[in-house]
C-alpha cells in the first residue's frame, strides 16, 4: 500500500488489464475505506492494515458507484456500514443478475449492498477530517466522490480517470461536464482517480477537455452525415500529450466514440 499522507492510504491492484484504486482515510473516531476493488482477497491489505490500526474505530466503508471493478470487495467488511448513494444498490443488484459477459461473475461470497444512502450529499465529521460525500453523475447516474477536508483531496472515483474517462451514463453529454466544472470549484490539491496515478487538479482539468472534445467532433462528423461504423477518431488526438496508450485504453476510446455517437 502507498502512504499518501499520515492517515491516508492508497491501494491498488491490477484486474483485466487495468489498474483500480482504494482509499483509506484515517479519522479520529472513524476509519472511511473508498471502494472495495474486484473482490474480497483484493482487499486483504486493507484488512490487514484495519485489524493494525482500527484502535476501535468506526469502519465505514464507501462505494462510488455500482460498477464491478469497485464494488465486489464489499464481502470483506461483512459488520461495516455501506455508504452509497441512494441509486446505487439497485443498480449493483441489477448488475449481479445480468448474464453479460462483459461483468464478471460476482464472488462467491456474494456483494453486499450499502445500508446507508444518500441523495446530493453527505457529511462525516470527526476531530481531524471532515468527508464530504457529494453526488456526482457523469460516469454512472450514481456516482459520487468524496471531498476530504482540510486534506485538500479528492476521491474521485471514475468521474475522474486516467488517461481519460469512460462514458456509462445516458444523456451524459452535458452532465458530466457540468460536474467536472462543479468539482473544479473545490478546493482541492490532489486526486486519487478510480483508475490512474494520484495527480494534482490538473486531472480534472483534462478530462473535462477530452469529453467535450470528443463530442464536439462526433456531432461535426453525425451533422456530415458519416456512418457509424466508417467513423475513425483516433484516440492520439484526443489523449493527454505524450501518454502511450495502451489495448485497454484503445477500447476504451472506441466504445466512448460508439456510445457518442448514438447519444448525440
Known amino acids: 500500500m502507498e502512504r499518501l499522507s499520515d492517515n491516508v492510504f492508497i491501494h491498488t491492484v491490477i484486474t483485466h488489464g487495468y489498474s483500480v484504486n482504494c482509499a483509506v482515510v484515517m479519522g479520529s473516531e472513524r476509519i472511511f475505506v473508498f471502494d472495495t476493488l474486484d473482490s474480497p482477497e483484493a482487499m486483504a491489505p486493507v484488512t490487514e492494515l484495519l485489524r493494525s490500526e482500527a484502535d476501535g474505530r468506526r469502519i465505514m466503508v464507501i462505494n462510488s458507484h455500482h460498477h464491478w471493478d469497485h464494488v465486489y470487495g464489499n464481502a470483506a467488511f461483512p459488520q461495516c456500514d455501506i455508504v452509497a448513494h441512494r441509486l446505487c444498490g439497485r443498480l449493483i443488484d441489477a448488475q449481479v443478475k445480468t448474464h453479460s459477459e462483459k461483468i464478471p461473475l460476482p464472488p462467491q461470497e456474494g456483494v453486499m449492498p450499502p445500508n446507508i444512502a444518500f441523495g446530493d450529499r453527505l457529511t462525516f465529521t470527526d476531530d481531524t477530517v471532515t468527508v464530504h460525500l457529494l453526488h456526482a453523475p457523469g460516469h454512472s447516474e450514481d456516482s ?116 457518442a455517437f448514438d447519444e448525440i
Open 144 to 259: 459520487i466522490v468524496a471531498w476530504i477536508d482540510p486534506l485538500s483531496l479528492l476521491l474521485a472515483g471514475d468521474t475522474v480517470e486516467w488517461p481519460f474517462p469512460s462514458f456509462a451514463q445516458r444523456d451524459a453529454s452535458e452532465i458530466y461536464p457540468h460536474t467536472l466544472r462543479q468539482l473544479n470549484q473545490l478546493p482541492v490539491n490532489l486526486v486519487v482517480p478510480g483508475h490512474g496515478p494520484v495527480m494534482g487538479k490538473e486531472i480534472i482539468d483534462r478530462n473535462l477537455d477530452y469529453i467535450e472534445g470528443l463530442y464536439d467532433v462526433v456531432r461535426t462528423a453525425k451533422d456530415s452525415r458519416i456512418a457509424r461504423a466508417d467513423l475513425t477518431l483516433p484516440v492520439e488526438a484526443f489523449a493527454p500529450d505524450g501518454i502511450d496508450i495502451d489495448e485497454v485504453y484503445k477500447r476504451a476510446h472506441q466504445d466512448n466514440v460508439e456510445w
